[in-house]
Every structure is written in structure tokens, then in C-alpha cells.
């Protein structure tokens, strides 16, 4: 595409050129263009040349542009091209740290120095800064609190050089800028609109002398009105008007309905004047907290100076640099004259983007580096919205200014290529009555609207006030789904930036931009439902994605397996997706321990407890967490995590629950962060401190994008600058701005400021403390409307804008242009309904199969344990309920005579023989049942039919293959050719458990098998006939498992004591006498 005449300006420019570039007005091939001249008339190599961009892909981006110009145009010079690769095309921080790397001493920064980034930074200054503050004196601890210094200083040392400046600083400035301020405060209140027409109503309207309101209302008011134009005793004055009742006073004493005119107008008065004194301004008065902070801030100081020396000089040990390190080096390297002739002879021409969101350090960078070069600048003040980032967008204005008054040129380019004429003039006549001497109006390079909808759509939900916020936010969610799904079913035509042609939406043209991830999720959800797919670009913090919770979790589990709450977070998750009702199980076993001092000391950790169980679920996390458990100390926590993966199919899992592309990312997001806190220390116990560091600093991590492909994308408003799409929706416009009120601000003009508090622990605010928070919200709301301009201008055909409320927020900011454009606002009634969760859609039917399927489905069983085949034996719907439903059954937990069996099995294994430490895994169990646990224990050892079997293998896992089911199971002792069970049930009955020995026989390749019944010194063999037997019979079974086949075998025996009984429609009904018997007696075991 060819320059149009604006462009062309800018980019033929003979001298310095300051280029204001709106919106989508083609800034980027302007500047590449600029580049090719340098090349091209002034005859530069592209190694003399230095391009600066905010981030790196726009450096990509600019870089490829350069180079597919100069092969169009320039196709014989091959030299340029390789000269190219080498160019500075960079953001302004890998500018300073080339700087830092070509002249170290002049940095003074080691010369082989690594670069932090964001998050490492602020863990490595964190950590430098607790051990700093430990370093101070405690003399600077008397004048400065702990709490307050450590608050202090963090904020300082985030930009360093102007905390110097600021805390260089005297207590004039204070003066001078307090009495400005409030100057200023008190023009802007007299000349309010409301302070001019309640003067004057009053002075209009007057009662009988005897009213109320005239008497302690109306007259009070207009002379504390007088004084206050005098600036005679403001405060007072204020504080009267402020205090006016007007619930007082009577009609008949007050002519021409002056009664409520005048109630009106004191309403309308005294919320100004409120608001004036909650700001502060006007009764600025300088007092003993402005003497306060005055004597402590040498104290700050000489702090702030050992806290910057200790941590540079571990900076400078560790051979590390932050990105502030790198501005700050930079700087004082380009202050050496040597250094600034250095890059004077090498660099003749700089290419600046994005100048709006340049800080005032970096502006000094760059003026040092262009002082006698050509100087090309290129930015928006409408744009500037990374404030928190320090960028001011005063440097680009101040810039602008000193390129023109030293005989450069300032040219605009107003041209959008990017959006219609008819939402071009909506957005100027939004944001011309908004921006005030910011805004300049753009054309628009396209004319028609590819669509009848209207180009600018405003809603807002139309509810009781005492609907809440979350309600009426799913009101919004659906009304909005609703509409784009409209939308995309007419097949709405938008128009297609690269082939300049029409064609129908699709979800990928669509976006919702929110100024907080918060609401987006929701948004999200109802489009869902709704059927129109959607993808989250990322999200508010990465550590509190459930992914990152269960790896998390897992690490602390790993670095501390008596942390209880971290294991029992792990074997919920997806890494091991054990029940609550095996974990009920698990803990019913050892319930209600002791709160003794003896029995607190002996009490068992959840590991101990799981390692001792005999629960078959929780087999395969016992042997995988023993497994990570032995690899901890030689594997890092990066690789940990894999092997976890690995051998439970976690990515597996998270892949066929809902989200899944949203769950894996943030799966990869929490494992890449994890191999970040590695540097220097490899051990999961590092890394878990680290996180826990992380997450008590409150850093947020960003999550990882997620590629758009075909779905609309939610986002922020700052992540999607840059960006463009042909439908843009702004929600949740109502959303009142957060604001807190923090400990320290500064300024390097003025001084430093700190909130104190009195003795009585109150807030004190200093009078430079209110100034500069004054200025700061001054600022933020300016930024707020420019964040605004910046998500409407990601639009090219269609914007929506909707709100949970009728007022508030962003969207008061922008009625005054939404009248001005002639807008109107459609409401959306509220609906109960609509205001619950979306119920997600049914998935679309499967295509028809190439073959049918004529038996049964079959089980969709796996993996079972070995007893389970005991189980489908004596029935088959006990089973199902169990191993197919998960069924808990209706009882009372885990009986004394299996808990008593379980510590047997303790005891014959670990060799226990002392009742005290027997106890000890299962503290609850009474001191008898423990002693009936070790006395079956030692029948073992004495009973002369046991004495062959005392040597041998114990607590053998093993598993079974047969047909597709694998059987898992422990063998509780293992020979050289046999295997034994014990058992401590009351009856002898070893055909109930033949398919679980069988099952162990067949694991281990033995010909024999036996069962202990420790209770009746009796000793079982099974023959190898009855184990062939046994394992033609559990083929059988296998098979019918698989084929689905779960028929209740109701029994008086096998119902009897079953835990489904309640529940089962085909449990065992007794008949005749027995059933009378039983209807006699009712269900309290009482008869009737």
C-alpha cells in the first residue's frame, strides 16, 4: 500500500520529525518506510541506525517490515540485508543493556552480568531486602516502625533514581505545592456550576423569619457561601454548609414552591462541598504529622542508602541486574562524556514508537543518545495507559514541544485504515468532549458499513438495587451471548482486512475486552452455553488456577510429607482422583484421636496413615508419591513434576475435562514458573519457598495465552493493545474503579510522603502526603478515559458496550460523549433466570458409526483390586454399587473388627510387638481392641501350623492380567514357591476368598497357596486342583464383569449385613412368619 500524503510527510521528513499516530492510522509502515530514507537519502547503514519499540514482537514485526522493504526496493544491495540482522531494532531495555554490556565500568555493573526478569526480580530484591532491613540500625528503627520502613522502601526501590531525587527534597516544595493545589481546589469549587446556581437560588428564594430552613438552613448557607468567596475561615465554612439540614421547615412558610427548591439546591451544595472536604484540598493546613514526617524522613534516608548499597553489592556478588538496574546503569554510563562520544560517532539516526509510554528515566536515556542525530518519534497521548508502569505522559508532550521549537516538524496522522467512517465519527464525538485538548478527530479510510447493525450499541441492565452485582453480571453475560450468537447465525457480513473484501463473521472477529480478567470467565461461560466457542488469552494470576494449586501442592507434599492439607490435595486431584468417600473411609479408621499431650506426641501424620492402609485406591498413590519421595532428592522439582505426570496421566486427565486447552496451558504456565524459581537451586525444597514467597508478596503471574484460532477472545483491555478485530464488546462498564490508598508516595520534584498513624492508631495524613495522592488520582482518572479510547479503537466495524448497571464507573466517565454522539441507551430488563450459572450445552451427536455395536457396552473397567472378584461372586449388583457407582453404601464407617484386622497385619509386618507403639496407628481404637490385634499377631509365631511360613517376602504388591482387566493386590507373605493371607475374621470360610489367592498365586508363579486364620489357629491349603479350579471360574467372572452382567444374588447370608440393603430394589424379602416377625418390630429395633 502506498503512503498517503500524511505518512509521506512524516516519513520523508528532512530533519527531526515528531509524528502524532491515532489509532490504526499505520504508524508501523510509516515507520518502516522512515527507516528505508535513512537508508535510501541519507545514505546510512542500518548499523547507524537505532529503532526502539515497547516490546519485543512489535521489534519483530518492524524488523520484518524493514527487511521486506529494502528486498522490494533496494533487491541489490544484499549488504544492507545482512547489516540489517545486526541493526539495534530492540525495546528501550535491551538498548540499556547493550549500553551496560559495551561499557561496564562506566554502568559500573559487573561485565558478565545476567539480566532478572520481572519475576525474578522482584523475588531476588524481596529476599535482599528482608536481610538488608536486618542490617539497619536500630536508632532508624525508633523513628521508623519496622512495618512502615520495609513498606517504604520497597515502593522506593522500585524507581530508584527518582526515590533519590524525591527524598533529596526539602520541606519547601511542600509549601509551595500544598498552597497551589489548594488555590487551585478552591477555584474549581467557586466555580462549579452547583456553587454558582446555589448562590444564586438562594439569594432568591427566602422564608418567613420564623422557618426553620430559613433561619438554620438557607441564611447559614449563604453566609458561610460569603466567607468562604472571602477565603475567610474556609474550613469552618465548609463544615457548616456541609452539616445543613433540610428536613426541617414548612410550605406555608415559603412562597412559589421555594420550600423544596431550596431543599434542592442545600442537597446539591452540601454534596459538593462534602466531597471537597473528603479530597482535602481547600482546608490544606500544615500541622504536628507534617512535623512528624519532617524528622523522620533523614531517618528514611540513611536507610534507603544502606538498603540500596546492600542490595547492590548482592546484585553485583550474584553478577545480576533488573530491568530498573539496566535504566539505571545505562544513565550512568551515558553521563561519562567519553561513552556518550562513543555512541555519537556510531549511532546518527533513532526511530522511537510508542513515546507515550516512556518514563522519565528512559526519556533522559534517550536524550543523552540523540543529542546530534536524526530523531524520529512516534506516538499517541490518547494511548498512554501503562502508568503503573511509570510511563508520563507529559515526557512525549515535553518532547514533542522540543522538537518543534528546535525547528523540527510535528506531523498527525488521522487516518484509520482500520475502521468505518460511521464508527470513526461516533468515537470522535465520544471522546472530543472527554479528552479535552488530548483528543484529535481521525478520518476514516473506509467508508461504508459492511453491515445494517449500528455501529455503536450501548445496553445496561435495568434491576431492583437490591440485585447483586453477581446476578446482574449473568444477565449481562447472556444478553450479550444471545446477541453475538445473532450475530453469527445471520452470518453477518465484516469486512476482511486482508483480502479488502466482505465476508460473513466468525467467532474469530469477535473479542470482549474487560478492564480486569475478573468478569471475563463469566462471559465465557454463557457464550458456551450457548454454543459459540471462546478463548481466555489468559488471566488474572497463574498461582490461583486449579493446576497450579494441584502441582503446588504436590511440591509441598514432596519438600514435607507430614503437610497434611498438601497430600490430601494431591489425592483429590486429578493426579490421583481419589474419592471423598475413600478418604472418609481412610480417616473413619483412625477417627476422634486423643487430645492427650502423650497421644498428640504419637499422633500419625495422613502419609503414615495412607501408607498403612489397606484400601485399595489408595495403593497406586502410596507407590507413586514413595516413588517421587525417593527421586526428591535427586531429581529437580521440574522433573518431579514430570514423573508425576507420567505415571498418573495428570495432562491425561485435565485434557477431557471442561476448559481443557485453558487447564493445559496453565499446567505448562505453573511448570515453566517452577523451572524459573530453579535458578540457583535446584531442590524442591527452594522452589516450594519461593512460591510461598510469590504468593505472600501478592505478585500475580500472568498465565499463559491462548491461541484464538476460531473462537472469540476474552482479554484486557491492555493486553489487547495493538490489536484489532471486526466486533469488539466492552462490558461490565459500571464496575466502580479500585482504589487504595497506599503507604508512601513520592515524587522527584517534591519529596517523599508517608500515611502515619497517631497514638491512638489513627490515619494521619501529611499535607504533601494529600497532595500527591490528589495528583495521582488526577492521573489514574485520566488514564482510565484513554483506556477507554484505546479498547474502542480496537473496533473495525461493530463496538457494544453494556454495563450491570443504569450508572457508575466507566460508565458515568462516558455518558457526557455518549450524548454527545447522539447515542442511546437500550436496557435490559433483569430476569431471575438468567441469572443462575448456563447449564453447558448438550455435545453435538456423534456421526453414524461405520459398524454397530450388538452386544453390551460392558463395564468400562480397567483395573480392579483382587478382591473385587470375591465381591462380584457373592453379588454381582454389590459390586456394581461399589466399583461402577462409587457407591459409599449406608453405614457407619469402617468397623472395629477390620480396623483390628488392619493392625494385625501392621504388627506380623513391621514386627511390632509393644501395644504402645501399635496403638500409635490407630489412636482412636481402644486399648483393648489394640491388645486383641497383637495377641492374633503373636498366634502367629506360636501356633505350631504356622511355624514353616515365618521366613519369607512381606507385603508384596502384585498385579494380574486377565482378558483387559488388570487385578492389583498385596500379598501379605511370600515363599519360594507359595503364598499366604491371614485372616482375622470370625468364621472359617476360604471359599469366599479362593479368587484372591488364586489371583496371588497366579501373580507370583506359585503353586501353593494358604490362609492364616489367625483367630482359630487353623492353617488352609488350597490343592492345585481347587486353585485351577478357581481360575477357570474367574475367567468366567472377568468375562461377565466385562460384558456388563450385574443381576443381584439376593440371600438372607449375603443381604443380611450388606451396606446397599437400604437401597437396593433386589435385596433378600423374607416371607411367611419371618416377614410378619419383621413387620412387627419397626426400624428403632423396638416392637411395636
Not at 561 to 578: E, Y
Not at 804 to 815: F, K, N, V, W
Request: with cysteine; hydrophobic share 40%.
Amino acid at each position: 500500500m502506498s503512503l498517503t500524503p500524511q505518512q509521506q510527510r512524516a516519513a520523508y521528513a528532512n530533519g527531526n520529525v515528531a509524528v502524532i499516530a491515532g489509532a490504526g492510522t499505520g504508524k508501523t509502515h510509516m515507520l518502516a518506510e522512515r527507516y528505508l530514507y535513512h537508508l535510501q537519502k541519507s545514505e546510512f547503514s542500518p548499523l547507524e541506525i537505532v529503532a526502539v519499540t515497547f516490546t519485543d514482537k512489535a521489534a519483530a514485526e518492524l524488523r520484518s517490515r524493514i527487511r521486506l522493504l529494502v528486498s522490494q526496493k533496494l533487491p541489490e544491495r544484499s549488504d544492507l540485508l545482512a547489516e540489517l540482522e545486526a541493526a539495534q531494532i530492540s525495546t528501550i531495555h535491551a538498548l540499556a543493556m547493550r549500553i551496560c554490556r559495551e561499557h561496564p565500568q562506566a554502568a559500573d555493573v559487573p561485565p558478565d552480568f545476567t539480566v532478572l526478569d520481572e519475576l525474578e526480580g522482584v523475588l531476588w530484591v524481596n529476599q535482599w531486602l528482608n536481610e538488608a532491613l536486618d542490617t539497619l540500625p536500630v536508632e532508624l528503627y525508633e523513628k521508623v516502625p519496622y512495618s512502615l520502613m520495609s513498606q517504604t522502601l520497597q515502593v522506593l526501590l522500585q524507581d530508584p533514581i527518582a526515590a533519590e531525587k524525591a527524598l533529596a527534597q526539602g520541606a519547601e516544595k511542600w509549601q509551595e505545592l500544598a498552597q497551589e493545589l489548594q488555590q487551585k481546589a478552591l477555584r474549581e469549587l467557586l466555580q462549579h456550576p452547583t456553587w454558582q446556581q446555589a448562590r444564586t437560588t438562594l439569594q432568591n428564594y427566602a422564608g418567613q423569619a420564623s422557618d426553620r430552613l430559613e433561619v438554620e438552613t438557607r441564611q447559614p448557607a449563604l453566609q458561610a457561601m460569603e466567607a468562604v468567596d472571602l477565603k475567610e475561615n474556609i474550613t469552618e465554612s465548609l463544615t457548616v454548609i456541609a452539616g445543613l439540614k433540610i428536613n426541617i421547615g414548612s410550605k406555608k412558610n415559603w412562597t412559589d414552591g421555594g420550600l423544596e427548591i431550596v431543599k434542592e439546591t442545600i442537597k446539591g451544595l452540601r454534596n459538593l462541598v462534602e466531597k471537597a472536604l473528603k479530597d482535602g484540598l481547600v482546608t490544606l493546613e500544615f500541622s504536628v504529622v507534617d512535623e512528624q514526617l519532617k524528622a523522620i524522613l533523614p531517618a528514611l534516608q540513611e536507610a534507603f542508602s544502606s538498603v540500596q548499597k546492600y542490595i547492590n553489592q548482592e546484585k553485583r556478588r550474584s553478577r545480576v541486574l533488573d530491568f530498573a538496574d539496566l535504566e539505571v546503569g545505562a544513565l550512568r554510563a551515558l553521563q561519562d562524556e567519553q561513552v556518550q562520544f562513543y555512541y555519537a560517532q556510531r549511532w546518527r539516526a533513532f526511530l522511537v514508537d510508542e513515546f507515550q509510554d516512556t518514563n522519565p528515566v528512559q526519556s533522559e536515556i534517550l536524550q543523552r543518545l540523540t543529542q546530534n542525530t536524526l530523531l524520529t518519534i512516534v506516538g499517541d497521548a490518547k494511548q498512554s495507559i501503562y502508568g503503573f508502569r511509570r510511563a508520563d505522559v507529559e515526557v512525549f508532550r515535553s518532547w514533542c514541544d522540543r522538537i518543534t521549537n528546535s525547528g523540527g516538524n510535528e506531523e498527525v496522522l488521522t487516518t484509520s485504515f482500520r475502521t468505518h467512517k460511521l464508527l470513526i465519527d461516533h468515537i470522535n464525538s465520544i471522546f472530543t468532549p472527554l479528552l479535552g485538548d488530548l483528543h484529535q478527530d481521525l478520518d476514516a479510510y473506509r467508508a461504508d458499513c459492511p453491515n445494517s447493525y449500528p455501529p455503536v450499541q450501548v445496553y445496561t441492565v435495568e434491576a431492583e438495587s437490591d440485585i447483586n452485582k453477581p446476578q446482574r453480571l449473568r444477565v449481562e453475560a447472556f444478553h450479550l451471548a444471545k446477541l453475538l450468537k445473532q450475530m453469527l447465525d445471520d452470518q453477518t457480513l465484516v469486512y476482511d482486512k486482508k483480502t479488502q473484501t466482505l465476508r460473513p463473521i466468525q467467532p474469530g472477529d469477535i473479542a470482549i475486552l474487560s478492564r480486569t480478567w475478573e468478569p471475563l470467565a463469566v462471559y465465557g461461560e454463557a457464550l458456551e452455553s450457548v454454543g459459540v466457542p471462546v478463548a481466555l488469552a489468559g488471566g488474572d494470576n497463574l498461582l490461583a488456577t486449579r493446576e497450579a494449586k494441584d502441582g503446588w501442592a504436590l511440591l509441598r507434599f514432596l519438600a514435607d510429607p507430614s503437610d497434611d492439607l498438601a497430600l490430601v490435595a494431591v489425592l483429590r486431584s486429578p493426579f490421583f482422583a481419589v474419592s471423598d468417600r475413600v478418604l472418609f473411609t481412610l480417616i473413619q479408621s483412625q477417627e476422634e484421636n486423643d487430645t492427650t499431650e502423650q497421644d498428640e506426641q504419637s499422633k500419625t501424620n495422613w502419609w503414615q496413615k495412607l501408607k498403612s492402609s489397606d484400601i485399595p485406591e489408595l495403593q497406586q498413590p502410596v507407590q507413586v508419591l514413595s516413588q517421587l519421595l525417593r527421586d526428591r532428592n535427586l531429581e529437580p522439582p521440574t522433573r518431579l513434576l514430570q514423573i508425576a505426570n507420567h505415571l498418573t496421566g495428570y495432562t491425561a486427565v485435565i485434557t477431557n475435562l471442561p476448559g481443557a486447552a485453558r487447564r493445559e496451558a496453565d499446567w505448562r504456565g505453573f511448570v515453566e514458573l517452577v523451572q524459573q524459581l530453579e535458578h540457583g537451586s535446584s531442590d524442591v525444597f527452594a522452589a516450594v519457598r519461593r512460591l510461598k514467597r510469590l504468593a505472600a508478596a501478592e505478585i500475580e503471574i500472568p498465565r499463559l495465552p491462548l491461541s484464538a484460532n476460531d473462537a472469540v477472545a476474552l482479554m484486557t483491555i491492555h493486553a489487547a493493545k495493538g490489536l484489532e478485530w471486526s466486533v469488539v464488546v466492552i462490558p461490565d462498564l459500571a464496575r466502580s474503579q479500585p482504589y487504595t490508598s497506599e503507604t508512601v508516595y513520592f515524587d522527584p520534584a517534591y519529596g517523599v510522603a508517608l500515611k502515619l498513624e497517631d497514638e491512638q492508631g489513627e490515619t494521619q495524613k501529611p499535607v504533601l502526603y494529600t497532595c500527591l495522592e490528589h495528583l495521582r488520582k488526577q492521573r489514574e482518572e485520566a488514564e482510565t478515559l484513554r483506556v477507554l479510547y484505546v479498547a474502542l479503537t480496537r473496533a473495525r466495524d461493530q463496538l457494544i458496550l453494556t454495563a450491570t448497571d443504569e450508572s457508575g464507573g466507566s460508565l458515568s466517565g462516558l455518558a457526557t460523549g455518549l450524548a454527545a454522539a447522539g447515542i442511546s441507551i437500550n436496557t435490559i430488563p433483569f430476569n431471575p433466570e438468567l441469572a443462575q450459572a448456563p447449564v453447558p450445552p448438550e455435545p453435538p451427536l456423534p456421526s453414524e458409526p461405520h459398524s454397530l455395536l450388538i452386544n453390551s457396552v460392558g463395564s468400562g473397567l480397567f483395573e480392579l483390586p483382587v478382591t473385587a472378584l470375591s465381591e462380584y461372586a457373592q453379588c454381582p449388583k454389590k459390586f456394581a454399587y461399589r466399583f461402577i457407582q462409587g457407591h459409599p453404601g449406608i453405614g457407619s464407617g469402617v468397623g472395629t473388627a477390620r480396623r483390628v484386622g488392619t493392625l494385625a497385619h501392621l504388627a506380623l509386618e513391621r514386627g511390632i510387638r509393644d501395644i504402645e507403639t501399635l496403638a500409635g496407628f490407630d489412636v482412636s481404637l481402644p486399648k483393648e481392641s489394640v491388645s486383641e490385634a497383637l495377641q492374633l499377631a503373636q498366634r502367629f509365631e506360636e501356633v505350631a501350623d504356622f511355624a514353616q511360613f515365618q521366613q519369607g517376602q512381606w507385603e508384596l504388591p502384585v498385579n494380574l492380567k486377565v482378558g483387559s482387566l488388570t487385578f492389583n493386590g498385596i500379598v501379605d507373605l511370600l515363599g519360594d514357591d507359595w503364598v499366604l493371607d491371614f485372616k482375622t475374621d470370625q468364621e472359617i470360610a476360604p471359599e469366599r476368598h479362593r479368587f484372591q489367592l488364586w489371583a496371588y498365586a497366579q501373580a507370583t508363579g506359585c503353586t501353593n497357596a494358604h490362609i492364616a486364620y489367625l483367630r482359630h489357629d487353623y492353617l488352609h491349603t488350597f490343592s492345585t486342583e481347587e486353585l485351577q479350579t478357581t481360575g477357570q471360574e474367574a475367567k468366567i467372572l472377568v468375562q461377565n464383569i466385562l460384558d456388563g452382567h450385574f443381576l443381584a444374588n439376593p440371600s438372607h447370608t449375603n443381604c443380611g449385613f450388606c451396606v446397599y440393603q437400604e437401597i437396593c430394589d433386589e435385596r433378600y424379602q423374607p416371607t411367611g412368619e419371618a416377614a410378619e416377625k419383621k413387620h412387627q418390630i419397626g426400624a428403632t429395633g423396638y416392637k411395636k
